[in-house]
């Protein structure tokens, strides 16, 4: 790996507009709830913060868009610190080779999820944190804006709704792991959480923030508190790399080669440990629903500075 | 096959005590729900009625029990009288090969249940008459009376109750099955007729009195009413054939040869057409979920009077 | 089931042609070897045999076709006269409820496949007949030849051959079913067996002869020898009932409701238990792999007949 | 990260015998095979060297052992240099979710092995080498001594040819895999290859020696020459971080966080680009295949280093 001052992010930043140009917006946008079809097909944004904390940013990166899935990394990050290693009882880190929404799975392993970023895994990290925690919406709302270090970051209450009214897949889901008593709450608290935090609006820069910890061995650098331990936080990146792409993973980690995670938004954040934090956003999806162009600048990104784990 | 009246059940039906015995009592009680553990477990009842009208039977034959699944024979026969042939595109004819509730077959067949008598296939039958009917529990149970000829048939609300509260793989099934779009009905009023259903309670003379129109080509011989025209009867006892017993269809068709149910109560109704239909009651089930010795004694019965449908 | 005399098959057979032509030869013909791909498409046969020994029959029936699958009924009577009950600890009785040569199902029940008739199940006969037969080629062949009582019966050593050439499937099969240890003999012996097996060509009426032991308890009505016991015959057809159509059991159950097995040269076999056994042939395959025209032609024929098990 | 500097292996080095002493050697030896089961089972080697060429070993570092799928990676190393960005038409890059030999994940994706670590994928790529090699055996062998710098780098004959007796289930999937035409070659040249290849025998050294071109960019150490472009390096890495412990993959990388492959003989290679390679030895493996203590003393190493790619 090079140094950190041989990547010459400006120079690299300046390159975008015209590898934009070059690559076609192909795929297509979610088109499961209408306020995700309604997004603008052409919005493309990217936003990087470095760990000594400079700024790169192009195009739209100051739009919010819904993060969906993306949030599932803060919501693990904050149950993994309130249960500790006790949690990998209920939820695996295994990659899980299948659809991220896949029933059959769950029944070969006995309501155990693979991992937590599949839909399965997400909904019982949800039913951790409503365990755990006296009022979930509020306290999770309160981490998210810690991280970002912005008081007006907001649940979308439409896109909640809007999920939920789509959500039998996901209530299936609840109801078929309470079958095997690996959820303790109510299935409708857990369901109404869990679409909750998916809603979460954000810009790139306010979600590249967010998410400056897991590049920072834990450390928010906003206010130098411990989000997660140093250790904790090798292991988040760990599960990204290997689950943060459903069924892309191995395709994402052979391309882009870092710890990520995409959401159904046309988000994707990106890691580099101990160096930078990055997210894109393009809302046309590929066939594994993971952001078309995003992934494309990615792969341009790491391939150009040469700065992969691997 | 034998003419009927070499068909000697007078002397059939006094070896049976002697046959129960030398019959090992194993298996066990379904224990799920309270109110199936607590029945006890040496209960032993059997009924035969033929198609002239005459009744043999033995032991706890007058005392009723919970039929659960084999109340899905009947439900199955009201939705394809209103349904017709239509009611094959939302459901399968075909053997499952797999649990009576798995989800993975679900997935793999994008939300067809594969057949009637599974949990999910029952569960859309129940969707079809919620759609179809005014008052689905009142005219079902109405339909039932008319069969049994008696008008205190009733659904057991203790049960029903006791089964919602554990239904909570059911309820994955509807959910799932309405992600497919082939739930129509909302998913909880689907759910709650579906309990009441399986809570009925019947003797074994009621139960096999309510399944003649099965060996009379659909004609319930206490009004001489067509139940079901007789191409569709025989397609129904096909279809018993095929998927009556869950993963064990193949071992009773191989050893008793008779179209049949068989439910969580331990009860199983068999039919052999044109000639009889016959109830037995044993509480204990086998691995499978069957009758541990319902099946004895039917194999018992079909092996002595030849009378298998082969 | 109306009485034998009223079943006017004069009448029946005289209406064939007419049915025939109102009936479209949709479906394709086996393409993946040339021996079953080149034959005439628009070729049809039809033989029954009644019990008392009456002959129906129309079209190519007098013509030898490919028999396939179909000898998959005659390997397992010779294993199971062999092998008596112990044969089922190695194989199983219950339908598949997937493709015909599927190898997940295997691998979830190690190596047990579901039943004979499904590819893996019908290698596993041979894997018996292999070690139990001295000459398994030449005692099989003299097994069918006593059934159809004609000595000019043979396999076809190029249709043998071709089998062979596209053979990786089965041969996969076998030697995933001895990873298991559950095939005891040389891999390629068995396959070599099967693949003769297959390639025995009979017309409809032999065909139809050789399969009258399945319609008289067991006896072969040419010389009144026992072919199979009276209990042992009963579970064969069964068998057929439940899986002789791979995953279209339910379908062929539900609408001709007679025991049977196809093969995929485009013949039909199909019993009436005390009544009479009947061969169709039409090369064009449904989508499942069974004789589109053939499958249309034994509906008609029970329908009108009223003559189904059910 | 840490500096390389700080990474102070000579004293972490010298603390391996007592936490040897403290951790269990649980777990068992390969039993398929004589020569893996008759191995000594409290052998216990390592082997670390560094980019800059320092050598760190403790114990049986200088025995060598049955190396079994970790050259894989060396075959795979070999299939992408000759065939470039093909190759990933003929097989995938994402992690199994499986075990590391079942056939039913081959059915679901029609032939295509998910990656180039689990058997099926492996077998592929010798049928690639088979294909694209003169004498694939001499060859092959010729490229790892290169790699190691030593000339008696050798097959075990013995191994192969026990490997090949009980290779039924490989047999199995090279059959389906040419059942879906993406086996080119006779069977039984790539069986034969394949066995030979899982045959060869090294000390730790040797192994960590002959895997220096993952941390070096793709270049030998030992003669400069480009084993494999730098990009295509970084991507074997990934894939080895994604599929090289089968279902254990996740743990592993969840736990040691570095790329790596495993071996039933009890051998593990790890991987810390720029920085150092390191084997391990301890033929007991635990319940997902791998060394029980290999795992557990790399995961002591990566902690005590702070060495991880996360």
Same mark, same amino acid.
Request: aromatic share 10%.
């Given at each position: 790996?090079? =140094? ?23 795929? &297509? ?20 913060? #470095? %760990? ?20 599932? %990394?803060?919501?693990? #990050? ?17 990659? +899980? ?18 991992? =937590? ?15 755990r925690l006296k009022n979930p919406?509020e306290e ?37 792991? &309470? ?10 608290? %857990? ?18 923030? +967010? ?15 411990? %989000?997660?331990? =140093? +250790? ?42 101990? &160096? ?6 393009? =809302? ?27």
């Open positions: 790996m090079l =140094p950190l001052e041989s990547l010459d992010f400006d120079k690299l930043f300046s390159k975008i507009p015209d590898k934009l140009e070059r690559t076609e917006n192909l795929g &297509k946008v979610a088109s499961y709830i209408p306020e995700l079809y309604n997004v603008n097909p052409h919005k493309f944004g990217i936003h990087l913060i #470095t %760990v000594e904390g400079t700024d790169y940013f192009y195009g739209d990166s100051q739009e919010r868009f819904s993060i969906q899935s993306i949030a599932k %990394v803060l919501s693990l #990050t904050m149950a993994f610190n309130l249960e500790g290693g006790a949690l990998w009882e209920r939820v695996g880190v295994e990659p +899980s080779g299948n659809a991220f929404n896949s029933l059959s799975q769950l029944e070969v392993e006995h309501g155990i999820p693979r991992n =937590p970023f599949i839909n399965a895994g997400a909904l019982l990290i949800c039913d951790v944190l409503v365990s919406k999770f709302l309160d981490f998210v804006r810690k991280l970002v270090g912005k008081d007006d970051i907001n649940y979308s209450s439409r896109i909640a709704l809007s999920e939920k009214e789509h959500g039998f897949r996901n209530a299936a889901m609840v109801n078929f792991m &309470k079958s095997y008593e690996n959820i303790k709450n109510d299935v409708d608290t %857990v369901l109404d959480f869990y679409f909750c935090l998916c809603s979460i609006e954000m810009t790139c820069k306010e979600l590249a923030q +967010s998410m400056m910890y897991l590049c920072s061995n834990g450390i928010n650098p906003l206010n130098g508190e411990e %989000v997660l331990s =140093p +250790s904790r936080t090798k292991r988040v990146n760990a599960i990204l790399l290997l689950c943060g792409f459903y069924d892309e993973a191995g395709e994402f980690a052979f391309k882009v080669g870092l710890p990520g995670k995409s959401g159904v938004g046309g988000g994707i954040v990106a890691v580099l440990p101990s &160096k930078y934090c990055v997210v894109v956003w393009s =809302p046309r999806l590929n066939e594994k629903g993971n952001s078309y162009r995003g992934i494309k600048i990615l792969e341009f990104l790491t391939s150009h500075t040469r700065s992969s784990i691997f």
